[in-house]
């Protein structure tokens, strides 16, 4: 069963940085990119970054390029999120999940709990 366990959220003031991490399990990391996702309120879910993690190649929004950096440690089958620079407008729920690859935003499994993350001005 895939299963994805985000933590290292929390409540910073803007210009903070915060680290996200992603702990995979259930499944042979490196056949799936690993995604971050995030849902402010009221707001669809939308995808932040990704990494494929066979060959470390990655994706990021427009929103979020220059100020955010996606990893992988698989040996440790986990997703880094390193969030720096942060405004107040990427306060969001931020979930990880897996994907056939970057460019599909289908997810395998489903989704898990989530991470606050909350940006005050």
């Known amino acids: 069963e895939v299963q994805l366990v985000e933590s290292g959220g929390g409540l910073v003031q803007a210009g903070g940085s915060l680290r996200l991490s992603c702990a995979a399990s259930?499944?042979?990391?490196?056949?799936?990119?690993i995604g971050w996702f995030r849902q402010a309120p009221g707001k669809g879910r939308e995808k932040v970054s990704c990494i494929k993690t066979s060959d470390g190649s990655t994706y990021y929004a427009y929103s979020v390029k220059g100020r955010f950096t996606i990893s992988s440690d698989n040996a440790k089958k986990t997703v880094y999120l390193q969030m720096n620079s942060l405004k107040p407008e990427d306060t969001a729920v931020y979930y990880c999940?897996?994907?056939?690859?970057?460019?599909?935003?289908?997810?395998?499994?489903?989704w898990g709990q989530g991470t606050q993350v909350t940006v005050s001005s």
């Open positions: 999940a897996a994907l056939r690859r970057c460019s599909n935003s289908i997810i395998v499994g489903s």
């Open positions: 259930g499944f042979t990391f490196d056949d799936y990119a």
